[in-house]
């Protein structure tokens, strides 16, 4: 029933930020998904007899994948495959359900934020048995072994029928296909205050999901709906489609502008969220005030105890490097520890195994906390509504309250897509060169107080990462950070991250760009941004 067949190595399956993505021409050449699985299983020891945890966020590609995983399980000895009804397993929950059944790991199918469709992008992660995204030292043991795989194993059996929640055999093997938001939606309800959200939402505040035709849509409708009893078609989008609808379901300003206006507008909902492609993303606007992710993270780690789940408080904080330091306020005033790791949901995994941290954030609309270990967009929609509930207020009120407690650190990314490869790469290569004599440098009445390539050792397992970002750090806390994507598929994007802390709650409402106009200008001059890649602005601003 096992087949042994004979493939040839691809050298492209170096694993990026989060997992291989590829266009799906790419993943549908011939083996090529099926050697990536190999190679994860040949990097992998004890798991016969164990559980792996399967599921995707249903884009194009996805059950076609599901099917693969399954059978090379089986062929490589797991004892069992929990997988999610209809293929469909949001990143946050397929974390849950690998710690809650303690399986041996899992395999996430999911390109995230990009679009889906049979030309565009698909993404296969593996992650460990704690729930979190495989660490560095196991992505580069796969990479190594994609580099001179020769054959890989798989059962010869029929397909599944994923449709069907139900225990099934499959060469020896259990399948097990499960509920994917049950479990997922009694941990929320677990850790935030139901019944205080439900009276919030029946004394009218009113609040609207856009799920972005991605994973979410059944986990918002099962929480947001039934059980917190919002109005029908409170959840948009809410059908979890192959290509998204045909959009990017990336939550930010950009792609999820309908909802921001919407919000915006006269007579809007007080609320609106939406979430990504697998749901580990999300972005938060209240009616007048879209809440920036480095301040959401500042903002739920002050206010943690709202929550049931974090009554006793918070370990600690993590965020990564390009994110602001508006959390670092937080857990000074706290008395907390605050670590800054490389930018990936992975570095964050350690610090929360060792209870030194419960939250983490990413600037890139990504919070989450040691519930599980990626992070979580609709805990943090739920978070926010919990606050709002508890502290009668409305989003815009403890934004602006907490600003002036703590000072504003106005933020922003500009992205530039799709830029030439090599043009990207040089950019970063004379930024490394200029590092030594940026020191003291004076760009009008910025003086540069430090300026390095940022390098991270994790303090649990001493595991060091380098070329983490550029950074060109101002006397008086501003900065300027650069990185090239580790997620793209297409060219390179450069990402350029600007922050300028602001302590007078007199200069809170500037306009973002206009606040941060002068650091925008020097990160043009230091980079040589518009000269090296031919742009004459960035493709995205959040
Ligand atoms: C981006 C974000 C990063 C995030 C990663 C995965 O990576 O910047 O913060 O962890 O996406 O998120 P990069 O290398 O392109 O900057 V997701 O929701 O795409 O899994
Ligand atoms: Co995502």
């Known amino acids: 029933m096992i087949r042994t067949v004979p493939t040839a190595p691809y050298k492209d399956q170096k694993p990026g930020t989060s997992g291989l993505r590829k266009k799906v021409p790419v993943f549908a050449q011939e083996n090529y998904a099926e050697n990536f699985i190999q190679s994860i299983f040949d990097s992998l020891e004890g798991f016969a007899g164990q559980a792996l945890v399967v599921g995707g966020d249903g884009r194009y590609y996805n059950r076609e994948v599901i099917q693969k995983v399954l059978k090379m399980a089986a062929a490589a000895g797991f004892g069992k495959v929990m997988v999610g009804q209809g293929g469909i397993l949001s990143t946050p929950a397929a974390s849950h359900v690998i710690r809650k059944y303690k399986a041996f790991g899992g395999i996430i199918l999911s390109a995230s934020h990009n679009p889906g469709g049979p030309t565009e992008d698909f993404g296969i992660k593996y992650n460990i048995g704690n729930g979190g995204p495989a660490p560095e030292k196991i992505t580069e043991a796969i990479f190594e072994r994609s580099r001179i795989i020769e054959e890989y194993r798989i059962a010869d059996a029929a397909d599944i029928d994923l449709d069907t929640v139900g225990s099934f055999d499959l060469a020896g093997m259990t399948v097990e296909v499960i509920d994917p938001v049950a479990d997922y939606a009694a941990l929320m309800e677990e850790l935030f205050d139901f019944a205080a959200i439900r009276d919030l939402i029946s004394g009218g505040f009113r609040v609207v999901i856009d799920s972005m035709g991605a994973v979410t849509g059944p986990y918002a ?3 947001l709906e ?9 959840v948009r989008n809410a059908t979890p489609l192959p290509d998204f609808g045909g959009h ?33 993303r999300n972005m938060v606007v209240g009616k007048g005030m879209f809440v920036t992710p480095s301040d959401s993270l500042a903002i739920i780690a002050a206010n943690a105890r709202c929550a049931p789940g974090y009554a006793d408080g918070i370990a600690g904080i993590a965020r990564s490097m390009p994110t602001s330091a508006a959390a670092d306020r937080v857990a000074e005033k706290l008395g907390l520890g605050m670590y800054e790791t490389p930018t990936g949901w992975k570095y964050f995994g350690n610090l929360m195994d060792a209870g030194k941290v419960t939250v983490c954030g990413e600037e890139s609309f990504g919070t989450g906390s040691s519930h599980v270990r990626e992070k ?3 805990w943090a929609i739920l978070f926010w509504l919990n606050i709002v509930a508890v502290r009668k207020e409305s989003v815009a009120e403890i934004v602006r309250k907490h600003w002036a407690e703590y000072g504003r650190n106005y933020y922003s990314r500009h992205d530039y897509e799709e830029v030439d490869t090599d043009a990207a790469n040089g950019l970063m290569d004379a930024l490394r060169d200029k590092l030594a004599s940026l020191h003291g440098q004076s760009f009008g009445d910025l003086k540069v107080e430090a300026a390095d390539d940022f390098a991270y050792t994790d303090p649990i397992d001493g595991s060091v990462s380098t070329k983490q970002g550029i950074r060109v750090l101002f006397e008086g806390g501003s900065r300027v950070v650069f990185r090239l994507s580790g997620t793209g598929t297409s060219g390179a994007t450069l990402r350029l991250y600007v922050e300028r802390y602001e302590p007078d709650a007199a200069r809170h409402d500037v306009e973002t760009q206009a606040a941060l106009a002068d650091l925008i200008s020097v990160a043009d001059e230091i980079a040589e941004i518009a000269k090296r890649t031919g742009r004459d602005g960035p493709t995205v601003v959040t």
């Open 221 to 223: 409708r099962e929480i």
């Open 226 to 234: 039934k059980r917190l009893g919002a109005p029908e078609g409170s």
């Open 248 to 280: 990017h379901p990336d939550p930010n300003l950009v792609h999820a502008k309908e909802l921001y206006d919407d919000v915006m507008s006269a007579d809007g909902p007080d609320f609106g969220a939406a979430s990504d492609g697998d749901g580990d």
């Open 376 to 378: 979580d967009g609709l």
